[in-house]
């Protein structure tokens, strides 16, 4: 069985340690600032957003995902209410084809009882990746993202995420996005709280991005 500390304890840990290890990490840490990640303790709206947001653009998912939460009542998702709707409703919300058989799939072993959501919580990171990803459409990196935003486990290294291995190529000056083992193996040095190594991998991208946006917004004046 799993047990947690509190998460604003597990930060300022991983703080510490992330400052320690890795002058570039000490580097960034000082220019973001303190980590906010704020899980979502929602594990089934969690899934339902993951599957929804595969390969589209943020702004087409939330678009997709109000689509899914007008149509449904008192705009609460959940898999008694999904599981009223036929494919052809699912379709009509905006969903694929595929993303359609994917949250049938997933509200389907939630209801015979193959996925039970409520023992995640006291399984092991791997278990739950284990559990995942026997539903159609749900794979590691969607697991992973589960692991990190619905139960803020400590220790995981999506080496799958794009945005991930971008922000770890502009962090570490790399000449071309680092390969999945040559993440793995500089992830080594994060343990135990790779999450959060991850964390502010993503928040130095979206910072680069954001000033390189500046600078041409200034540019154009």
Not at 21 to 43: F, H, S, W, Y
Request: charged residues 25%; hydrophobic residues 45%.
């Amino acid at each position: 069985m799993v047990t947690q500390e509190p998460l604003d304890d597990v930060i300022s840990a991983a703080i510490s340690h992330l400052s320690t290890v890795d002058p570039v990490m000490r580097a960034i840490i000082e220019q973001i600032g303190p980590c906010t990640l704020k899980p979502n303790p929602d594990v089934f709206n969690a899934l339902i957003d993951a599957i929804i947001s595969q390969q589209i653009s943020v702004r087409a998912a939330d678009a997709i995902l109000a689509r899914v939460r007008t149509a449904l009542p008192d705009g609460i998702i959940t898999p008694t209410a999904l599981a009223a709707c036929d494919f052809e409703t699912l379709r009509t919300m905006g969903l694929s084809t595929q993303k359609a058989r994917y949250i049938r799939s997933l509200v389907e072993h939630i209801q015979n009882g193959q996925l039970q959501l409520e023992q995640l919580p006291i399984l092991s990171d791997e278990e739950i990746i284990q559990r995942l990803t026997v539903v159609k459409g749900i794979g590691r990196w969607t697991a992973e993202m589960v692991l990190i935003f619905t139960f803020a486990r400590a220790d995981v290294l999506p080496v799958d995420d794009l945005g991930f291995l971008e922000g770890a190529r502009a962090a570490y000056n790399l000449p071309e996005r680092p390969k999945r083992a040559e993440m793995l193996a500089r992830g080594e040095l994060w343990r135990p709280y790779r999450t959060f190594a991850t964390w502010y991998m993503w928040a130095w991208r979206h910072f680069l991005q954001r000033r390189e946006r500046e600078k041409t917004r200034i540019v154009s004046l």
